[in-house]
């Protein structure tokens, strides 16, 4: 039930703003960010609330973090808190990432601005590196979950398989193979949850419609592409940015590779869920189709289509929390998408590391395969200072350092 604690509006609204302005270095450091702040400091959340609420977000499509900052505006002041909660996570980058969208596109071609983005993409493939250690020590603790993140990395990098497919394999087994019983508390109402879906799924195909009906075919595109991808989001960011740069530079031809790293780069310098990179994607790619105002509004397409779904699960999902986490065979599944998801994560480090160190990459029979003649030194050296770096420093400190050497090294070399 929400609103099960007393908080006002507005200090509400401070705390949850200042986690949205704070909230860098992705979904680990967002969620210990909110741990510290609604648990310890402000006592807003039990442990047991909090770790509940997590894991719920954890079986849900969509950024983890943004979910749990959500969910807990909702139990705290039902449907206007988690309104207010949601957007004040995911505002401050998401404004951010205009700026330096628009910058890139009138400055990205500048060599000196190349250089340094040399860097940064040197820190994200060392990041990339980190997330995937850092998930497979958790996830990787059997047998069979090893065995799924490899079928999965082969599938992706070897077969081309798309995400989706991988991400219901997974769960289909995780499901099927689990056992045990568990005691679930009484089922909620569902007229409630009926309605609540009913009203988001409409304001989340709305702007879609919309755009059918005058027949905008790129807008259309942006929409129908985020929209696919914010159903299959599993597993956070890094899972799903193999599958989206597969598509927005193989499939669609929106970015080139080195366009597609440089959004990550910069998506990681900025508060609030990696996912937001969807937003540098769709206005980079406006903006090459065709100016400023239309990327401005695949810009927008892009993020009412990312993050409204966001709502749509936690508002009609929420009261369910309890009923699900007492479903051993939906724990399964969930320990099964994440062995997929370290599989995936390897094929976003592989494919990362290869765009960036050599310069020509093409797809053989066996996957991905750089030509060896065209391996870049100056982006080893980048790669091995950032991995020094990122030993000692901060992530938000490591970038643009990075930046800084990769341009210094492009001025005296």
Known sequence: MSGENTIGLGPLSAIFGRIGILSFGGPAAQIALMHRSLVDDHKLLTEKQFLGALSFCMLLPGPEAMQLATYSGWRLRGTLGGLIAGLLFVLPGALVILLLAFAYAAYGQVPLVQAAFLGIKAAVIVIVIQALVRIGKKSLDTKTARVLALLSFIGIYTAGLPFPLLILAASIWGFVTTRGTGISPPLPRTAHTLRTGAVWGALWAAPLLYLYAINAQFLKEIGLFFAKLAVVTFGGAYAVLGYMAQTVVEAKQWLSPQQMIDALGLAE??????????????????????????????????????????????????????????????????????????????????????????????????????????????????????????????????LPVMALIGAAIHVIS
Request: with cysteine.
């Open 269 to 398: 310098t900025t508060p609030g869920p990696l996912i937001l990179v969807t937003e540098f994607v769709a206005l980079l790619a406006g903006q090459l189709q065709g100016g400023p105002a239309l990327a401005l509004a695949a810009g927008a397409t892009a993020l009412w289509m990312t993050f409204t779904p966001c709502f749509l699960w936690i508002f009609a999902g929420a009261p369910y929390v309890e009923w699900i986490l007492a479903k051993p065979r939906l724990n399964g599944a969930l320990t099964a998408i994440t062995a997929a998801v370290v599989g995936v994560i390897a094929n976003l480090s592989l494919w990362f590391a290869l765009h960036v160190l050599f310069g020509t990459v093409t797809q053989s029979p066996v996957g991905t395969l750089p030509d060896l003649a065209t391996f870049q030194p100056r982006a080893m050296l980048l790669t091995a200072l950032a991995a020094l770096l990122l030993i000692r420093l901060p992530m938000l400190a490591a």
